[in-house]
Nanobody, 118 residues
Framework: QVQLVESGGGLIQAGGSLRLSCAAS????????MAWFRQTPAKEREFVAV????????YYSDSVKGRFSISCDNAKKTVDLQMNSLKPEDTAVYYC???????????WGQGTQVTVSS
């Protein structure tokens, strides 16, 4: 069982920066791929970024590449998403996600709202 708790969302003007953090707890965390997704009322939940606890492999959606950065802190057991040059279209509820390639198990956090004003 893995528990994920997001924090750091809020209201920000376009062009600004926010840092989201996901506190992870549970067994065998190092075996999970850690990711961020986002969702608006008008769209299905979409992939934002993914990494491993070793931070040796990262992937980003085209819409955030070059602006967002995902990283894991093994000591703190957190997964952060640094978001720069924010745009109004980045407005969404952001969810932390853990996936076990070994078992196929998925875990989700409760989400944190990010609102970017123009």
């Amino acid at each position: 069982q893995v528990q994920l708790v997001e924090s750091g969302g809020g209201l920000i003007q376009a062009g600004g920066s926010l840092r989201l953090s996901c506190a992870a707890s549970g067994r065998s965390l190092s075996t999970y791929a850690m990711a961020w997704f986002r969702q608006t009322p008008a769209k299905e939940r979409e992939f934002v970024a993914v990494t491993s606890w070793r931070n040796d492999v990262t992937y980003y959606s085209d819409s955030v590449k070059g602006r967002f950065s995902i990283s894991c802190d093994n000591a703190k057991k957190t997964v952060d998403l640094q978001m720069n040059s924010l745009k109004p279209e980045d407005t969404a509820v952001y969810y932390c996600h853990a996936y076990s390639p070994r078992t196929g198990t998925n875990y989700w956090g409760q989400g944190t709202q990010v609102t970017v004003s123009s």
